[in-house]
């Protein structure tokens, strides 16, 4: 699977953007980007993934740029319930294990 | 329910003496996978099923643990001869088939070893 690299930590004033960046230069033709969350003493929380266009759901945005060396997921009006620590995961579709890196520790706040 | 249940959400249990972690999967699932977590770590792989597949045990630190699925639903993992550093919460997630790395995980099982 492809290595990825996001900042440690980040903050957001709410009611703002989030907009969580992530690299991922030796991403192949067939892996998909997929971001998850982890919500302080909770389970991950699947947000969205995309292959090369961008995808939006009722949670989030997933930008990726043309080379799909990089994305950025995007929360539009971050609320402190956004606290948590997000996680971008490189895979095949295929599956199986999902392996977790550090992430970005994003913390909203008023 | 309609997420994945985990039970019992917390165990203390002495060194040396074996426990058995229970996971209740979303219906219709197929896949299932546990991870754990120690304090302050990221996640990390033990085992994943699949339908009638061979499961993969790539993740399981030692022969001391190991996982079951009975009749492709409920799973349970088995830590036997427990050690102070399998003290972490076990995570188990579910999956539809097609959509592995869509995973819907439970609350988690807090271990602790004393």
């Known amino acids: 699977d492809a290595k990825t690299t996001q900042p440690t930590s980040m903050d957001c004033a709410e009611g703002r953007a989030a907009n969580l960046p992530c690299n991922h230069s030796?991403?192949?033709?067939?892996?998909?980007v997929y971001w998850y969350r982890q919500i302080h003493s909770q389970g991950p929380q699947y947000i969205i993934h995309g292959l090369k266009n961008n995808e939006t759901n009722e949670m989030a945005s997933l930008i990726i740029t043309e080379d799909r060396k990089s994305s950025t997921l995007i929360l539009p009006h971050a609320t402190l319930r956004d606290t948590a620590v997000y996680y971008c995961?490189?895979?095949?579709?295929?599956?199986?294990?999902?392996?977790f890196g550090q992430g970005t520790e994003l913390s909203v706040k008023p | 329910g309609a997420g994945v249940s985990q039970s019992p959400s917390n165990k203390v249990t002495e060194k040396g003496k074996d426990v058995e972690l229970r996971c209740d999967p979303i219906s219709g699932h197929t896949a299932l996978y546990w991870y754990r977590q120690s304090l302050g770590q990221g996640l990390e792989f033990l085992i994943y099923f699949q339908g009638n597949s061979a499961p993969d045990k790539s993740g399981l630190p030692s022969d001391r643990f190991s996982a079951e699925r009975t009749g492709g639903s409920v799973s349970t993992l088995t830590i036997q001869r427990t050690q102070q550093e399998d003290s972490a919460v076990y995570l188990c997630a579910t999956a539809l088939a097609g959509r592995f790395n869509e995973q819907f995980f439970g609350p988690g099982t807090r271990l602790t070893v004393l």
């Open positions: 030796t991403i192949s033709g067939n892996e998909y």
């Open positions: 995961i490189v895979r095949v579709a295929i599956g199986g294990k999902l392996i």
